[in-house]
């Protein structure tokens, strides 16, 4: 009897690494998060431009990659590379370089012009909207509300945001913003997008069932022998 109980020990553990194998073999291959900080931007790039893996295409009146409050004092500043659309309407269009689905985790956005100095806070859009579109076809959105403080400097503030679960499998994503007083000013600022990498079907359910299977044959036979 010892030596079955450690004959089925060995066999029990032999099932249980190649169980662990096929969970290794199949389950789904994605990069780690990345942030696209736009510092591989030239500055004042306008139009079409790539960073951090995606291709972007950046549309709208005098909408460009900046560091500084490019508008006398009255744009967002992060001391950092960012996107700037300061009119409407404007628009910021991302996909995956190359093709491929992604992800998207969140993002910072702001405003674009400043507005409360002049009394007219009315002015600065309301929220920045992001629709994606689903590789595998249909559309996913989001609004993010837009912080209309001033902050030290006297510009508005960049706030950072997270996206729903719903932004995965995407083919491309668009940034642009919405309520302003005036559509002329619906104007927005984004940076650090962070993505999640590609999204990919996962099958280790069919490799979990597959072990499971294989130790209830592996125990039906071993209530067999005993049996007999």
């Known amino acids: 009897m010892k030596f079955f109980n450690c004959h089925f020990l060995v066999k029990f553990m032999s099932l249980f690494r190649l169980g662990l ?9 994605q990069s780690h998060a990345n ?26 009146q005098a909408s460009l990659i900046v560091n500084t409050q490019f508008c006398s004092g009255s744009c967002p500043v992060n001391g950092t590379n960012f996107v700037l659309a300061p009119y409407g ?22 405003g674009s012009f400043n507005f ?50 719903a932004f995965t499998n995407l083919a491309s994503v668009t940034f642009s913003s919405s309520g302003s007083a005036s559509p002329t000013f619906n104007g927005f600022s984004v940076d650090n997008i962070i993505t999640g990498g590609s999204a ?18 592996f125990t039906a036979r071993r209530r067999k022998n005993l049996d007999a």
């Open 21 to 29: 194998a096929l969970l290794v073999l199949f389950m789904p291959v």
């Open 35 to 60: 942030t696209i900080t736009f510092e591989d931007v030239p500055l004042y790039a306008m139009g079409a431009f790539s960073s951090g893996g995606f291709n972007f295409s950046l549309n709208g």
């Open 89 to 110: 309407p404007s628009s910021l269009t991302m996909s995956q370089t190359g093709g491929g689905a992604f992800s998207l985790t969140g993002f910072d956005g702001a």
């Open 116 to 165: 409360n100095p002049y009394g007219a806070p009315q002015y600065i859009p309301t929220q920045i909207d992001v629709v994606a579109l689903l590789s595998g076809g249909g559309s996913v959105s989001q609004s993010f509300l837009i912080d209309k403080t001033s902050n030290a400097a006297g510009a508005l503030n960049f706030t950072s945001y997270l996206f729903n679960s």
């Open 200 to 217: 990919v079907p996962e099958p280790a359910t069919g490799a979990l069932l597959l072990t499971g299977l294989g130790l209830i044959g």
